[in-house]
């Protein structure tokens, strides 16, 4: 079993809609991204959240809004999508850096339609 | 320039035989290196990480890390079909920090029975 929940599995969304993924974690890790991956590509950082303050956009549009209720919880605010906005998002977590670094755990991560 | 560079691929090797999977970075600093499989429509899953130049094994993994020539492989022993997989290098960005975590493209492995 993951131990990164992402909700929902699926979202079918208009390009009017406003809609949000959940992310949580408990393994008390103190950084978590999110991530957005097409067919046939690898995951393409979006953000990343560092002891719970947004520490890298990569320049991510901004009808993708990013919020960190706490150490536990990602959130991914979506509005005004477009179809080419249409993958599969990921949510991770990671520990430390440097020599404690265990690496990011995902989620199962959200597939996401906007037609 | 980018970041994590992989063989291209796709691989193909028979049941048993060794499978080996190449990744070169750009970045110097980078401290921390990870290779993840991700079976299709799934999410990427981590299976081995490595800091250190040398060997490190783990069950039928070994990963092997060259900081001198920026190059970290994976190589799986006694391949099986359930091995068939997209496998994804991960090198972390510049610095020690909680920060970037970059990917390459994937090799895409096929173990035919």
């Known amino acids: 079993d993951t131990e990164v929940t992402q909700t929902p599995k699926h979202l079918v969304m208009g390009m009017t809609n406003k809609k949000s993924l959940k992310c949580e974690q408990h393994?008390?890790?103190?950084?978590m991204y999110w991530y957005k991956q097409k067919a046939k590509k690898p995951p393409e950082l979006m953000f990343v959240y560092s002891y719970e303050k947004l520490s890298i956009n990569e320049s991510v549009p901004s009808r993708f809004s990013p919020e960190c209720p706490n150490s536990s919880l990602l959130n991914l605010h979506l509005h005004a999508l477009q179809p080419e906005d249409s993958a599969l998002y990921l949510c991770?977590?990671?520990?430390?850096?440097?020599?404690?670094?265990?690496?990011?755990?995902f989620g199962q991560g959200t597939r996401l339609t906007v037609v | 320039q980018k970041e994590v560079e992989q063989n291209s691929g796709p691989l193909s090797v028979p049941e048993g035989a060794i499978a080996s999977l190449n990744c070169t970075y750009s970045d110097r600093g980078s401290q921390s290196f990870f290779w993840y499989r991700q079976y299709s429509g799934k999410s990427p899953e981590l299976i081995m990480f490595i800091y250190s130049n040398g060997d490190k094994e783990d069950g039928r993994f070994t990963a092997q890390l060259n900081k001198a020539s920026q190059y970290v492989s994976l190589l799986i022993r006694d391949s099986q079909p359930s091995d068939s997989a997209t496998y994804l290098c991960a090198v972390t960005g510049r610095g020690s920090t909680l920060g970037r975590l970059y990917f390459g493209r994937g090799t895409q492995l096929t173990v035919w029975p």
């Open positions: 991770a977590s990671r520990n430390h850096g440097g020599r404690l670094d265990g690496g990011a755990f």
């Open positions: 393994m008390g890790h103190r950084a």
